[in-house]
């Protein structure tokens, strides 16, 4: 999409050879807006006219009711306050599994010998999945910070370990015999050829990793957690609050993707020689 | 076979199973260094747990009410993905219009709708329904979007050229063509939704005390809570990982008979 704009062609033109250029060359970003708007608009009628038939402000609050209770809860700090408890855990976990599986990866990417030890034990594991952990983790690390942490660096270790494999394993071996015959030695090796070319699969991996764990984290404040988005959203139901459950919901919405952005730029910081890593999950 | 590839892959497999191996009997030697009334679990009690659950089929009926549910779940996701997918992939308009709604809901995690669906569908399986329904629409729908998108416009164009009508077009060369995409969508949505209701019976079994709504996720959450039993719950998540495995390889399987040109 935003390729067809970055070219040499003049704005407008459709860049696919035999194609008749199209018609609106300036208004495509306001008309994305338009139609953004329109859809939201369209959604947030049928929101209330849902509200209306349903006629119980406890199941369904009013879209109005629901950003009333997201306006007192930003002024008031709290969701600032949940979001970053829980963001910190998530930055915790995540640097946790990146500095395990990242070396980890390497080894099993480099020595035959290695992943034949290793990997039967995490194709053992990878199925279980982080939720099914939590009664366990419960027993051993009680409820708190811990438990959260540990959920999302289990289910964010597996990503980031297989794709910094995958990622080792595709560096070109032409590259590499190069770089022996002129009797590069094996840290230069590692450092110059091996890393940047399985960089741009680990960040795939790591993005991978985000999604994954911030899906868990809810479920995991949710169950075992005084304190974090997870925990907020099940509080506000037992007390029946829903305006403020939606608003939560909400913010762990737009706290995911606001991550997930950073991520991106720090993609396109790190690896900008990457090509076609946008994957979707 | 002559002895060096038998000496190999002899070699081979005791690389695989030494680290599991070593770690199951580190784990089993850990345990009896510990008081008898410990509740820590260990392997070979974990046996016998599994033994004992087993005989009484408590373990197996759970296990099939959650499969039914994942299953159910599954089915009424992937049939309004597949057909909304196919639709947003093939009408520029429909996609324009519904991908800002999709994409705003996308980031939103199936477990944070669960108290939402608590409060609209109570307890009991339509909560844990919804909540597979939801976390295994989004990749089915994504999924089949990016393989309608993918189909070669030249065979479109061509069928509708020889006069070929719209549904006929879109049965007969848009499916086919979205197929790998759309199955790849199906394997990955299905594991989601294992995930899911895991998670979704055990926050009912917590947040409701107990209130009973069965399946495996249910039955973890009494042994944390009522009758104490660790032992159990590695049971159950060691049963967690092989239906997981299951399910994967049957996809794969159902892939590798719908496309075999893939193959």
């Known amino acids: ?281 | 076979m002559n002895p060096t590839t038998f000496d190999k892959r002899t070699s081979v497999l005791i690389r695989h199973l030494a680290l599991p191996v070593l770690l199951v009997v580190a784990w089993q030697i850990w345990a009896s260094t510990l008081p008898a009334g410990s509740p820590a679990p260990a392997p070979l009690k974990v046996l016998q747990t599994l033994g004992d659950l087993l005989s009484a089929g408590s373990l197996l009926s759970a296990t099939v009410q959650s499969l039914g549910r994942v299953v159910l779940g599954f089915a009424v996701a992937s049939g309004l993905g597949i057909a909304l997918g196919l639709m947003m992939g093939s009408s520029s308009a429909v996609r324009e219009n519904l991908d800002p709604i999709i994409e705003s809901f996308r980031p939103i995690a199936p477990m944070a709708i669960l108290p939402i669906a608590i409060l609209w569908l109570g307890t009991g399986t339509p909560t844990a329904l919804a909540i597979v329904a939801y976390a295994s629409f989004f990749p089915v729908l994504v999924n089949t979007v990016h393989g309608v998108s993918r189909v070669d416009r030249k065979l479109v164009l061509a069928a509708r050229t020889m006069g070929i009508s719209r549904w006929t077009v879109l049965t007969r060369v848009v499916l086919p063509g979205a197929l790998p995409s759309i199955l790849l969508g199906t394997r990955l949505a299905m594991g989601v939704a294992w995930t899911a209701i895991i998670a979704a019976e055990l926050a009912v079994g917590a947040k409701s005390g107990g209130g009973g709504s069965g399946g495996i996720g249910q039955m973890m959450f009494v042994f944390y809570a009522y009758n104490i039993d660790l032992n159990a719950i590695v049971v159950c998540m060691a049963v967690v990982g092989v239906v997981a495995l299951l399910i994967d390889q049957l996809f794969r399987l159902v892939e590798k008979r719908l496309i075999p040109w893939r193959h």
């Open chain 1, 1 to 281: 999409m935003t390729t067809a704009n970055s070219g040499p062609l003049p704005a407008g033109t459709a860049p696919t050879a035999g194609a008749v250029p199209v018609r609106r060359p300036t208004l495509g970003a306001y008309r994305q807006l338009w139609v953004s708007l329109r859809a939201f608009g369209v959604f947030f009628l049928l929101w209330w006219g849902l509200h209306w038939w349903n006629g119980n402000p406890l199941q369904l609050p009013s879209p109005i009711k629901v950003l009333e209770a997201l306006w007192v809860l930003l002024r008031e700090g709290e969701i600032a306050e949940h979001a970053l408890v829980s963001t910190l855990r998530m930055l915790v976990a995540l640097s946790l599994a990146i500095a395990v599986a990242v070396p980890l990866g390497f080894l099993m990417g480099l020595s035959k010998r290695a992943e034949q030890c290793i990997d039967p034990l995490v194709e053992m594991l990878r199925p279980i999945s982080g939720i099914a952990w939590l009664p366990l983790a419960l027993f051993i690390f009680g409820v708190g910070d811990t438990l959260p942490v540990f959920i999302m660096f289990y289910v964010g270790f597996f990503p980031i370990l297989l794709n910094t494999v995958a990622g080792v394993r595709q560096t070109d071996a032409r590259l590499l015999a190069a770089a022996r015959t002129m009797g590069v030695g094996r840290g230069p090796l590692l450092l110059y050829v091996l890393v940047p070319s399985a960089l741009p699969t680990v960040m795939v991996g790591i993005r991978l990793a985000f999604a994954a764990s911030w899906a868990a984290i809810v479920a995991a404040e949710l169950i075992g957690s005084p304190s974090g988005l997870g925990f907020a959203i099940e509080w506000y139901r037992q007390l029946l609050m829903t305006p403020k459950v939606f608003a939560f919901i909400l913010a762990i919405g737009v706290v995911g993707y606001l991550c997930d952005m950073g991520l991106r730029g720090l993609q396109r910081r790190l690896t900008p020689w990457a090509e076609g890593t946008g994957v979707s999950s």
